[in-house]
């Protein structure tokens, strides 16, 4: 459906990956009540990415999900196309302003035990995906644009289990500088932001419904708990449009004091 809009062309759009749940959905919420419209990709749960569109709404905000695979670099044209055309028909521009590259999956395997398959789509998802999926966004994000990359914790302080995992996310932040610098001549700032250990679904929710591992985070962790969702919503949202613009190359790290 089109929308009459009057600011058509000035609107603040930002484009989320993974923003039916998680971190993604509570950034969305936050970027809402900063006066920004919302694209949100999903990987599968429609009726979720639904629900959160539905949200915005209610915020008063245009809000339009779209189908993607992360995982899947060769899906990448057709949604950038797609993409192009939701922006023409809901907001009658060419172009969005932030790209929040959130979408990811957990994975717990030892190093001595990570299979040749999980490392793949690991990287094809975490690594692979934020590569080729921004390098594909470029023409439609604008000059002055913001782009905010995840990583972990991780990168900084090791627990066992997580070496591949890990191992992408480095790979994110180390790209995430080489964007800052190639994308400047653009007025494109990129950073990264590193969460802590938080409370939602992620890795099957195992930080928010193991009690023994909520305890453990809360005792490592300087203000004496694990994160919520809001948390971090809050970090990206003053990133991507907060008076953060001078920010930029940086990995802002997000856990309350973990492992300090």
């Known amino acids: 459906m089109k929308t009459n809009n009057v600011n058509a062309g000035k609107q603040k759009i930002a484009l989320i990956t993974g923003g039916s749940r998680g971190l993604g959905k509570n950034t969305a919420q936050h970027l809402a009540r900063k006066d920004v419209d919302i694209v949100l990709t999903y990987h599968s749960k429609q009726d979720e990415a639904a629900a959160v569109v539905a949200d915005l709404r209610q915020l008063g905000r245009t809000a339009v999900a779209i189908q993607l695979d992360v995982g899947n670099a060769a899906s990448f044209l057709g949604f950038s196309q797609s993409l192009s055309q939701v922006l023409q028909d809901n907001w009658g521009q060419q172009q969005f302003d932030y790209l929040l590259n959130n979408a990811g999956i957990g994975s717990h395997a030892h190093f001595a035990d990570t299979s040749e398959a999980q ?68 007025g494109i700032s990129v950073n990264v932001l590193a969460p802590g250990a938080i409370e939602t679904d992620f890795g099957h929710g195992a930080v928010r419904d193991n009690a023994v591992l909520n305890q453990f985070v809360a005792e490592q962790t300087a203000l004496g708990r694990a994160g919520l969702p809001d948390d971090i919503g809050g970090v990206a949202a003053a990133l991507l449009a907060g008076d953060t613009g001078w920010i930029n190359g940086q990995r802002i790290e997000a856990s309350g004091g973990m492992f300090l």
Request: hydrophobic residues 45%; aromatic residues 12%; proline residues 3%.
């Open 119 to 186: 490392f793949d789509q690991l990287m094809n998802v975490h690594f692979k995906g934020v590569f080729f999926l921004t390098q594909r966004l470029l023409p439609l994000l604008k000059d002055g644009g913001r782009i905010l990359n995840v990583s972990s914790g991780l990168t900084r302080f090791a627990l066992p289990g997580y070496s591949a995992y890990a191992a992408m996310k480095g790979a994110v932040e180390v790209l995430s500088r080489y964007q800052a610098k190639e994308l400047g001549s653009r």
